[in-house]
């Protein structure tokens, strides 16, 4: 376990020299699942290692169905899913459904195929963050499936906990121009609060983005 412990810890520091070193000298550290039953590959696509991620897919590792949706194999997950219809709505263990990990990691042709299969566009995920897909479109980066949820339907305005953030607050947070305009042709409400009181201002504000605020300002929005 220490040694899958260290290889892990390469991993998520984006330590690809590190990483090769331990696969070379124990092999199995590929399929190999720490406590929380997640891979070397799966932890290197949370932790936006893609250099790491890439070269563990090289290898062709062992992909569970979520670790092929976080890989983006749309015709293996699909397949699965109408297998089993029950895996579109099912939660990893770190508390994800597939289309969260697909808009999380911004795979729009996935997205489709799991909203064309019915899956909630609106669905919570199963951990503490009680969040929707567009908070994971938000958290990724993700314009592409964040416009394509919202031509499906999804809400705005859903809030996530703990924080009561929506997807605007992450949007403004980051400075994402683009997805900051999208939510906002879509109905955002602009001067929505978190629990703590924050408006997506005031995030742009906090965090130096200037083309945000000068665009929210534009819109509307006000400091109050």
Same mark, same amino acid.
């Given at each position: 376990?220490?040694?899958?412990?260290?290889?892990?810890?390469?991993?998520?520091?984006?330590?690809?020299?590190?990483?090769?070193?331990?696969?070379?000298?124990?092999?199995?550290?590929?399929?190999?699942?720490n406590?929380?039953?997640?891979s070397?590959?799966?932890?290197?696509?949370?932790?936006?290692?893609?250099?790491?991620?890439?070269?563990?897919?090289?290898?062709?590792?062992?992909?569970?169905?979520?670790?092929?949706?976080?890989?983006?194999?749309?015709?293996?997950?699909?397949?699965?899913?109408?297998?089993?219809?029950?895996?579109?709505?099912?939660?990893?263990?770190? @508390?994800?459904? !597939? =289309?969260? /990990?697909?808009?999380f990691? $911004?795979?729009? &042709?996935?997205?489709?195929? %799991?909203?064309n *299969? +019915?899956?909630?566009?609106?669905?919570?995920?199963g951990?503490?963050?009680?969040?929707?897909?567009l908070?994971?479109?938000?958290?990724?980066?993700?314009?592409?499936?964040?416009?394509?949820?919202?031509?499906?339907?999804?809400?705005?305005?859903?809030?996530?906990?703990?924080?009561?953030?929506?997807?605007?607050?992450?949007?403004?947070?980051?400075?994402?121009?683009?997805?900051?305009?999208?939510?906002?042709?879509?109905?955002?409400?602009?001067?929505?609060?978190?629990?703590? @009181?924050?408006? !997506? =201002?005031? /995030?742009?504000?906090?965090? $130096?983005?200037? &083309?945000?605020?000068?665009? %929210?300002?534009? *819109? +509307?929005?006000?400091?109050?």
């Open positions: 376990m220490r040694d899958l412990q260290s290889f892990h810890e390469r991993v998520k520091s984006g330590d690809l020299a590190g990483v090769k070193e331990a696969l070379r000298n124990d092999p199995d550290l590929l399929d190999a699942k406590s929380h039953g997640q070397a590959f799966l932890l290197a696509k949370y932790y936006r290692r893609e250099q790491v991620a890439a070269y563990l897919l090289s290898l062709h590792p062992q992909l569970d169905f979520f670790s092929a949706c976080a890989a983006g194999r749309t015709a293996e997950v699909l397949e699965q899913i109408d297998r089993d219809g029950t895996l579109l709505e099912a939660r990893n263990p770190d @508390g994800w459904s !597939p =289309l969260h /990990l697909v808009a990691f $911004g795979h729009t &042709e996935l997205a489709k195929g %799991l909203l *299969r +019915g899956a909630n566009v609106d669905g919570r995920s951990n503490a963050l009680q969040n929707t897909p908070h994971a479109a938000a958290a990724g980066g993700s314009i592409d499936v964040m416009r394509l949820l919202l031509e499906n339907g999804a809400d705005v305005n859903a809030r996530q906990q703990p924080g009561g953030w929506t997807a605007l607050h992450t949007a403004a947070q980051t400075g994402n121009r683009e997805m900051v305009e999208l939510l906002a042709a879509h109905g955002a409400h602009l001067h929505v609060r978190a629990d703590n @009181g924050q408006t !997506p =201002l005031d /995030l742009a504000l906090t965090h $130096g983005r200037e &083309e945000i605020v000068h665009l %929210l300002e534009e *819109r +509307g929005a006000k400091l109050t």
